[in-house]
């Protein structure tokens, strides 16, 4: 079964740190590039961070440019998303997604092949 599983969500205060995981089963990263999407409630989702397959492109939304760190290893078949400095508008649940793509450094938002069901962070005090 070809899955993403994201892990590493709960519920932290204002300025703390939280790392996610999104570990794939059933297929290997190696050929895709990942992105990890949020959804707050009552919002649309949008596009937080991507990274190409080699992990030489990286790509931030303003909002958490400079807080938010993304990298992957490709042994363990697994993509990170390291948060720091959290807001209480980070409050979603995060997803990741996989799109195969030929080219070893481009990342992308769109055509995602896998999508994960998602984590829940919740930035509160």
């Known amino acids: 079964q070809l899955q993403l599983v994201e892990s590493g969500g709960g519920l932290v205060q204002p300025g703390g740190s939280l790392r996610l995981s999104c570990a794939a089963s059933g297929f290997t990263l190696d050929y895709y590039a990942i992105a990890w999407f949020r959804q707050a409630p009552g919002k649309e989702r949008e596009g937080v961070s991507c990274i190409s397959r080699g992990g030489g492109t990286t790509n931030y939304a303003d909002s958490v440019k400079g807080r938010f760190t993304i990298s992957r290893d490709n042994a363990k078949n697994t993509v990170y998303l390291q948060m720091n400095s959290l807001k209480p508008e980070d409050t979603a649940v995060y997803y990741c997604?996989?799109?195969?793509?030929?080219?070893?450094?481009?990342?992308?938002?769109?055509?995602?092949?896998?999508w994960g069901k998602g984590t829940l962070v919740t930035v509160s005090s």
């Open positions: 997604a996989a799109r195969l793509i030929p080219v070893v450094d481009v990342c992308s938002y769109y055509g995602m092949n896998y």
